[in-house]
């Protein structure tokens, strides 16, 4: 199975910060990763996909790169809503389980 | 609109069974896997199971395989999630997804609690 693998696990950051979060796959995975937001009590919500596709309505202040086995999700300018939880998952084809990562909590400094 | 609606949830003793389902709208059902993932109390989230558009094709995460069956009623538009041998470490909301990954589309979440 493939793990991910994130870090920091929290990070502390203050309202117009700029921000990164990396995520590991212990095997190589292409561009097949997504990123997620979730907020307390909510249903996670996809920020990127294959790397570095902003879904659509996200704001452009987030966008992620990389390929193979790192991958990052920066913010440019940190606002209030953006203080969450953020999930890396891969989906390389055939080859399930669709693991996250561990998670990265977002805190206001 | 697309719209995923979660059911079937609650309290159960361990071992006992529970079926959840997932009624779809806004979307060409039969078109698109479906996957659900869930989440512990306090925990991250955990990619269960997933299931090809026609139906034909399953996968599993390790910790349930063999317990929980993953299906779906493309006529319904609704998928399912049956799970048997319920443990104490399968207490968690459920999601349902559009998608088997990198999912556009989530259900609310529905709660599943097992007792000891």
């Known amino acids: 199975d493939i793990q991910m693998t994130q870090s920091p696990s929290t990070l502390s950051a203050s309202v117009g910060d700029r921000v990164t979060i990396t995520c590991r796959a212990s095997?190589?995975?292409?561009?097949?990763l997504a990123w997620y937001q979730q907020k307390p009590g909510k249903a996670p919500n996809l920020l990127i996909y294959?790397?570095?596709s902003l879904q659509s309505g996200v704001p452009s202040r987030f966008s992620g790169s990389g390929s193979g086995t790192e991958f990052t999700l920066t913010i440019s300018s940190l606002q209030p809503e953006d203080f969450a939880t953020y999930y890396c998952?891969?989906?390389?084809?055939?080859?399930?389980?669709?693991?996250f990562g561990q998670g990265t909590k977002l805190e206001i400094k | 609109e697309v719209q995923l609606l979660e059911s079937g949830g609650g309290l159960v003793q361990r071992g006992g069974s529970l079926r959840l389902s997932c009624a779809a709208s806004?979307?060409?059902?039969?078109?698109?896997?479906m996957s659900w993932v869930r989440q512990a109390p306090g925990q991250g989230l955990e990619w269960v199971s997933a299931?090809?558009?026609?139906?034909?094709?399953?996968h599993y995460a390790d910790s349930v395989k063999g317990r929980f069956t993953i299906s779906r009623d493309n006529s319904k538009k609704t998928l399912y999630l049956q799970m048997n041998s319920l443990r104490a470490e399968d207490t968690a909301v459920y999601y349902c997804?559009?998608?088997?990954?990198?999912?556009?589309?989530w259900g609310q979440g529905i709660l599943v609690t097992v007792s000891s």
């Open positions: 997804a559009k998608d088997i990954a990198a999912s556009g589309h």
């Open positions: 294959r790397a570095s």
């Open positions: 095997q190589r995975i292409s561009s097949w």
């Open positions: 806004g979307f060409t059902f039969n078109s698109f896997a």
């Open positions: 299931i090809s558009g026609s139906g034909g094709s399953t």
């Open positions: 998952q891969h989906y390389l084809s055939y080859s399930p389980p669709y693991t």
